[in-house]
Structure formats: structure tokens, C-alpha cells
């Protein structure tokens, strides 16, 4: 392997040890490319390309083990260096905040990303009791909402009927479980992401735009994404559940305290920047 | 500011002493160089390819070529383009460049990036002495199978295609290694990876697309010799073989191939625009994170080339899927090049021109690849004009505007002289008319159901107009790259003398004589960020102590 890169600026000697020029390299590709050509030409050229790709490679070996494959090289004249980088007469004006062309981050101020994940939970805590409420309401009990969003990862509820997708069911209870965690914690925190950046009211935009859409884009999916439930689900009561959510983590998240969107530097990477 | 007579043109030496001083090198510049100067013979080559092919679509019912030649000329020039054009040229560019932008001396590996070259010089020697031995290869650029196979293909024209390609690719597979040990063993003290310059960071995800992609078509190529020598049947369909295997293993080469190209052009643009808008790249981490998500991908996305084979509906809609996937990156790339131009104080010179050139063809190429992966759309036009209109816009509307601007920019690094900037204008503006005369149309010739690879035409199809239109085109290319190899001639020999740093630009390649020395750098400027350049021009304003203040987004 070649010597590696450059010591920084200060004193050296003058010349420096770099790999001689060498014909091996042109030569094994020429034993390779006869060798090949000799499959549609004929076989001595071939034979002649093997012949020439030994040889090349042991001379290219040789090279290497007997240490003669590097020479030194002096330093050109001093006046056919590059000349030193000069420091550049014009001088850099900064940007600041209200001068014309400068750009400004928004939004200045965001809320942690914990309030997003407490906002999800808390959220999604509302709309299970909110989807159970449902299910109580509804006279299917309340494992029946549970199932039919298990029934996303549990394909052979498939084949259930309405009074089996009544009864309770551990590994539904436990996938249903997951599934609405995760989902809900995801939410909350694309709430706390996305709610500083929307102008004025957050709690429209988190309780009813954000539901309004969450709930388009589940009615577009839902015939691939669980067709047991999109088979059986009661939208008004789905879309009522969203709002819940929306309301609840919103509210979580519009409370809590903002913190400045750029995070300064600290001083110990500005020192170590310096050391340079 | 008077600028000194660059060094390589005080060098006096026999022709024989030079010849032997060239075929002996293993300076990774002299090797960058032999690299762009033998892909520029295949670009004339290819060149007249194309236009031969133009000629015979001229008029329907004309000819001027047999089909038999027509389609050895389309073959061999999509083969020479793509293998002995763009992607050496690019490698010659990441050759010369790649050290000089790190801080290093040379290759990592010296001697296997010669050999490198002379494997890629002569697979497309290989490939080309098939014209004089019998006929040049007739399958197409990508040769599907079973087309391929000796009952379908007889003679050795496809066997050359085959060893020339295995040889060559040998080279490129050496030279991804190569390229992948130099940018994370050789980088200069201060250089860690958050401060390599975008081309490095392209050519670093080149070098493992290189890797990954090379083996399978090597397979497939043996595989396919096997079965033409020795009668081995893996793609020979009458005997249990499968055609599809051939498909799958070439595209799992063919697309990353795409990227191969695109990216060292996609670095070249985030070289060039920043120094020409006088302004930082907008957004480097997602530019870098961008290029990472797209080797990655890249290689997920294969299939979208096979749509038209009857793949199950799932499999359209993944590989469709990660077809539009890929647009993403992209994208952010493209808005973060147009985020740097903007409000900068742009120096329309010929980089930026041929770079500002690349932005808005490349966009339209990436439009119709978007129409592709849709695959509803793919049916209707797969192997129509449309699809040789699609990927012209990416690879030649992409990389090789994207190549010129590199030309315009660092020929001076390479030279001492600086092309010359009123031809480079001429040339660009009729390279823009040309191209857009030639592959605009072909959109229309291939909605109109015009199949690619036919060698005539009737005249009641309506295509005439628009093949005509193709054909002026291409003569009005073809004035184009006559004005760049007239530029290139003269400039090199009398072209204006550049100094070391011609564009007032801030990566270290220009810290380094015009052109460099063997050794390149007597000492290493110290690097602290990603223009250790800037910081020593201005070292009252440098870009590694700005924490708590303003960043700087225009020069007083």
C-alpha cells in the first residue's frame, strides 16, 4: 500500500519515497486480455497470454519483495511550487438576522421531543377508552375493537365471526396492544415535531386537521391494511376516536414548554475546534 | 497577477521516453489522465456509432445500413458508451482528483490502479477489434438471453462482447477497491469523514456500488460463456436454463450502474456550485446522508427494468415502489444544489453554465424515470423510443453535462492552462440545442409506439418528423463535441496559463501546483473543515469557529 497521506506543514526533507514506474501492471493486463482472446482466436494466443501473466506477476512480486519498487523523488524548484495561499484581501461580511438575503430558521422554538412521546401516551390512552367505550355501547363487548385491530398481524381472524371476534383473546389483547403503543407513541411524536412548525392555533391543527387526515388516509388503506376490520369498523365511531386523540395529545403537547429549536454548541467541542 | 508557464510544459523528453514514461506509470494523475483520454477515443467512436444510427432513421424505408449493422452499431454503442465512455471518464476524474482533494500522495494501491487501466484500455480494445474479426457483437447492450446463447448467436461477436466486458470489469472492480481503501485509509490529518469534500463522499459510495455490482454481471458473463463454450445451459431455456436469470443478474449490475454514473457526476455539481455561487453548500450532511440512501437504494431496485417479464403483482409494486423511493434522495439533492444557487453571487462561467445545464436536464430525466416506475405506464412504453429518450436525459443530459462542467473546471488543475471560455459558451448553448433536438422528440416517437433497436420504418407510422428532428440533432451535437476536442487541442497546448487556483475555490486540490507535482503537495495545509482553503484565505473569518455567530452567506 502506498505511503500514507502527507505530513502537515513544517520542516522536511526535500524529497519524498513514492512507487517507481513499473511495466507489470501494463503487462499482466496484456497476458489477461490474451488469454481471453484466445478463446475466439486461438489457443497460442491464449497460451502466450498465460505465459505473459505469470511472468508479469512474478516480476510484479519480485518487485515488491526486493524492496525495489520505490524511488525517491525530490522536490521540484522551489519557484514551480505552488505559491502560499494568501489571505484574501476582501473581506466576509456576515449575515445577520434582518439583513437583506438572510435566512431565518423557523420555528425558533420547539417543544421536546418528550412532550410528543408523553403526548402519544397519554393520547393513546384516551382513545382505547374511548374505542372500548364503543365496543360497550355498541353491545360487542369491549374485546371486539381489541381483535379487530389484532386482526391486522392475526390473519386467521380472518375466518372469525362477529360472536368468536367477541371473546377474549390473549394474543390479540397483546398485538392489539403493541400495535395501538407504537402507533400511538409514532403519532405523538410527529405532533411534537410538526405542531410548532403550523401557524397559530396548534389545537386545530392537532384536534381536527391532523385526525381528519389521519383518518383519510386509514379509510384509503384500510381494505390492505386489515380487511377485518375495514370489513366491520363503524367509521363515526372511528373518526370520534381519532379526535379524542388528537384533542388529548395535542393539549399534552401544546402545554408543555417550549426549548430553542438549535441547541448551542458546547464548549468543549469549541475549544477542541480551536485547538487547530 | 502573473501566473508562471505550467510545469508539464517545460518538460522536454523523446517520444520514446514519454511512451515509456506513460505505459509505466503509476501516478494516480497521469492515470486519471490516460483514463480520460482513452473514454474521449471512445467517445468519438460511439459518437459516429451514433450517428450512423441517425442516418439509417432519417427517412423511412432508407438504406443506408443493413439490419445486421444496425444492430451491431446499437449494440456496440451502448456498450462503448457505457463501458468505455462514461464510466472510465468518471473514474479518471475520481483518479486525478481523489488524492489531490484528501490530502494524499497517491492511489492507495499505485500499481493495481495501472493495472486497472490497462484492463479497462484493453477489454474495450478486446471489444472493439470484434468489428475486424467477423462482425462487432449484435445482442444489445444488455443481451438478454436466450438471445444470447450459440443456437440464436452464432459466430464469436457475442463472445467478444462477453471477454471484453469480463476484462474491463476486472479493472473497475479494482479500481472500487482501490478508490475505497484510498478515501478511508489515506485522508490528510484533520480530514475525518464530516470533512471530506461531496466529491469524495460520491466516489466513496461509487467505490462500494463498484464492488457489489460488478461480481454479478462477472457471473453472469461467465455463466454465459459456459454455456456458449462449453454447453453449460443455465440461460438456455430449451434446456431447463432461465432467461430471467440472465435479466435479474445483469439489471442487479444495470441499475447500481446507473447510480455508478450518476453519482461522481452528482459530486462534480457539488463541487462546482458552491464555488461558483460563492456560497457553502446548503445542507452537506443531507447531500452526503442523500448519496448513502441512494447506493443503498440503488441496489433494491432492479427488477424495475423487468416489469414487462409477468412478475408477480407484488413484486411490481416493491421494486415499483423503491423505484419511486429513490426520487427522494434525489430530490433533496437537486433542491439542496438550487438552495446554493440561490441568493448567491453566481459567476455564470462554463462550470456553472454545464452545471446549471445538468440540473435541468437531469430533472427531466428523472421525471420520465418516475413515469417508468410506475409500472401501468412501464407496459405502455417499455423498449419504446420513449424509455432511449428517458435514459439519455439521465446519462447524458445528467453525467456528461455534469462531465463537461468537470472539464471547465478542473482542466486548468490538470493543464496550467484554462479552456478556452468562449468556446466553452458556443459549445454549451449548441450541446443544449442539440440535445434537446435530438431525445425531446424521441418521447414522442416513443408514445407515438416507436420500438427502440428497429432498424426502419413505414412511413404511415407518423415517426418520420420526429427521427428527423432526432437526426438534426445529433449533427448539431456532433458540432458540439467538435468545439470541445478543438477546445481541449488548442487550450492544452496555448490555452491562457491558470495559476494554481484559477476559480478562487476552497478544496485542497487547489493548494497544489498547476498542474501538481508527482509527489503533489510539499506540505498538507492543516484542515479544520470542509474548506481548509477558505479558513487560510480567510483567516479572520474561517469556517471552523463559527458555534455562536452568524455563518457567512456572502462575500464582501
Redesign the interface.
Known amino acids: 500500500?502506498?505511503?500514507?497521506?502527507?505530513?502537515?506543514?513544517?520542516p522536511?526533507e526535500?524529497s519524498?519515497s513514492?512507487?517507481?514506474?513499473?511495466?507489470?501492471?501494463?503487462l499482466?493486463?496484456?497476458g489477461?486480455?490474451l488469454a481471453?482472446?484466445g478463446?475466439?482466436?486461438n489457443w497460442v494466443v491464449s497460451g502466450v497470454g498465460i505465459m505473459l501473466l505469470v511472468v508479469a506477476l512474478a516480476g510484479?512480486i519480485r518487485e515488491l519483495v526486493s524492496h525495489r519498487?520505490e524511488i525517491e523523488?525530490p522536490?521540484?524548484e522551489p519557484?514551480?511550487?505552488?505559491?502560499p495561499?494568501?489571505?484574501?484581501a476582501?473581506?466576509?461580511?456576515?449575515?445577520?438576522?434582518g439583513m437583506p438575503?438572510?435566512?431565518m430558521r423557523v420555528p425558533e422554538k420547539v417543544h421536546p421531543y418528550s412532550a410528543g412521546v408523553r403526548g402519544g401516551l397519554v393520547g393513546g390512552a384516551a382513545m382505547a377508552a374511548t374505542a372500548l367505550l364503543y365496543g360497550l355501547i355498541s353491545g360487542h363487548g369491549i374485546w371486539y375493537p381489541i381483535n379487530l385491530l389484532a386482526a391486522m398481524i392475526l390473519t386467521n381472524f380472518a375466518d372469525k365471526s362477529t360472536v368468536e371476534l367477541e371473546q377474549f383473546s390473549l394474543a390479540a389483547l397483546g398485538v392489539g396492544t403493541v400495535i395501538h403503543g407504537l402507533t400511538s407513541l409514532a403519532v405523538g411524536l410527529c405532533y411534537g415535531i410538526i405542531l410548532p412548525t403550523l401557524p397559530r392555533w396548534p389545537m386545530l391543527w392537532g384536534g381536527l386537521v391532523g385526525p381528519l387526515l389521519w383518518t383519510g388516509a386509514t379509510y384509503g388503506f384500510m381494505g390492505i391494511l386489515n380487511p377485518v376490520m375495514n370489513a366491520r369498523v363503524e367509521w363515526s365511531w372511528f373518526f370520534v376516536s381519532q379526535f379524542v386523540f388528537g384533542i388529548a395529545t395535542g393539549m399534552v403537547v401544546a402545554r408543555s414548554e417550549k426549548v430553542p429549536a438549535e441547541r448551542?454548541?458546547p464548549r468543549s467541542?469549541?475549544s477542541h475546534?480551536?485547538r487547530? | 497577477m502573473a501566473v508562471a508557464e505550467p510545469l508539464a510544459m517545460r518538460t522536454e523528453l523523446s517520444d520514446t521516453a514519454r511512451l515509456r514514461a506513460w505505459s509505466t506509470t503509476v501516478d494516480h494523475k497521469r492515470i486519471g489522465l490516460l483514463y480520460v483520454g482513452t473514454s474521449l477515443i471512445f467517445l468519438v467512436i460511439g459518437g459516429l456509432e451514433a450517428l450512423l444510427i441517425r442516418w439509417q432513421l432519417w427517412a423511412p424505408e432508407l438504406r443506408v445500413l443493413g439490419p445486421t449493422q444496425f444492430n451491431q452499431l446499437f449494440t456496440m454503442h451502448g456498450t462503448t458508451m457505457i463501458f468505455f465512455v462514461v464510466m472510465p471518464m468518471l473514474l479518471g476524474f475520481a483518479n486525478y482528483l481523489v488524492p489531490l482533494m484528501i490530502g494524499a500522495r497517491d492511489m492507495a494501491f499505485p500499481r493495481l490502479n495501472a493495472l486497472s487501466y490497462w484492463l479497462y484500455a484493453l477489454g474495450g480494445a478486446l471489444t472493439h477489434f470484434s468489428f475486424f474479426a467477423g462482425g462487432a457483437p449484435d445482442v444489445g447492450w444488455f443481451a438478454y438471453a436466450p438471445l444470447t446463447e450459440y443456437t440464436f448467436s452464432r459466430g464469436h461477436s457475442t463472445d467478444y462482447w462477453i471477454l471484453g466486458l469480463l476484462v474491463s470489469g476486472l479493472g473497475s472492480l479494482f479500481t472500487g477497491i482501490n478508490l475505497l481503501t484510498t478515501i478511508l485509509a489515506l485522508r490528510a490529518p484533520g480530514m475525518n469523514l464530516a470533512r471530506m469534500p461531496l466529491f469524495v463522499w460520491m466516489m466513496l459510495v461509487d467505490a462500494i456500488l463498484l464492488i457489489f455490482a460488478i461480481p454479478p454481471l462477472t457471473a453472469a458473463q461467465l455463466m454465459l460463456l459456459l454455456d456458449r463454450s462449453l454447453g453449460a445451459h443455465f440461460f438456455d431455456t430449451q434446456a431447463g436454463g432461465s432467461a430471467l436469470l440472465w435479466q435479474h443478474l445483469f439489471w442487479f449490475f444495470g441499475h447500481p450502474e446507473v447510480y455508478i454514473l450518476a453519482l461522481p457526476a452528482f459530486g462534480m455539481i457539488s463541487e462546482i456550485v458552491p464555488v461558483f455561487s460563492r456560497k457553502v453548500i446548503f445542507g452537506y450532511e443531507s447531500v452526503a446522508a442523500a448519496t448513502v440512501t441512494i447506493g443503498v437504494i440503488s441496489m433494491g431496485v432492479w427488477a424495475h427494468h423487468m416489469f414487462t417479464v409477468g412478475m408477480s403483482d407484488v413484486l411490481d409494486a416493491i421494486f415499483s415502489g423503491a423505484s419511486f423511493l429513490i426520487a427522494v434522495p434525489t430530490g433533496i439533492k437537486m433542491f439542496n444544489w438550487i438552495a446554493t444557487l440561490y441568493g448567491g453571487r453566481l459567476r455564470f462561467e462554463s462550470p456553472l453554465l454545464f452545471a446549471v445545464g445538468f440540473l435541468a436536464m437531469f430533472v427531466m430525466g428523472g421525471l420520465t424515470g418516475i413515469m417508468l416506475a410506475a409500472v401501468p405506464i412501464d407496459w405502455q412504453v417499455s423498449d419504446s423510443y420513449f424509455v432511449v429518450a428517458h435514459f439519455h436525459y439521465v446519462l447524458f443530459g445528467g453525467s456528461l453535462f455534469a462531465i463537461m462542467a468537470g472539464f471547465f473546471y478542473w482542466f486548468p488543475k490538470a493543464s496550467g492552462r484554462r479552456l478556452s471560455e468562449r468556446l466553452g459558451r458556443w459549445q454549451f448553448w449548441i450541446m443544449l440545442a442539440g440535445f434537446n433536438l435530438t431525445f425531446g422528440p424521441m418521447h414522442v416517437a416513443g408514445l407515438l409506439g416507436m420500438p427502440r433497436r428497429i432498424y426502419t420504418y413505414s412511413d404511415d407510422r407518423g415517426w418520420t418528423l420526429w427521427n428527423q428532428l432526432a437526426t438534426v440533432g445529433a449533427l448539431v451535437l456532433g458540432v458540439a463535441f467538435v468545439l470541445f476536442f478543438w477546445n481541449l487541442f488548442v487550450s492544452w497546448r496555448r490555452g491562457a496559463p491558470a495559476g494554481d487556483d484559477p476559480w478562487d475555490a476552497w478544496t485542497l486540490e487547489w493548494a497544489t501546483h498547476s498542474p501538481p507535482a508527482p509527489y503533489n503537495f510539499e506540505t498538507i495545509p492543516p484542515v479544520h473543515s470542509r474548506r481548509p482553503l477558505w479558513d487560510l484565505k480567510h483567516p479572520q473569518d474561517p469556517d471552523w469557529i463559527l458555534p455562536d455567530r452568524a455563518q457567512p452567506e456572502v462575500i464582501a
Open positions: 500500500m502506498n505511503s500514507a497521506a502527507p505530513p502537515p506543514s513544517g522536511h526535500e519524498v513514492l512507487p517507481a514506474p513499473t511495466p507489470w501492471p501494463l499482466l493486463a496484456a489477461i486480455t481471453a482472446a478463446l475466439v482466436t510484479w519498487g523523488i522536490w521540484v519557484e514551480l511550487r505552488a505559491a495561499i494568501k489571505p484574501a476582501a473581506r466576509v461580511e456576515a449575515l445577520r438576522p438575503g438572510h435566512r448551542p454548541v467541542r469549541v475546534e480551536r487547530y
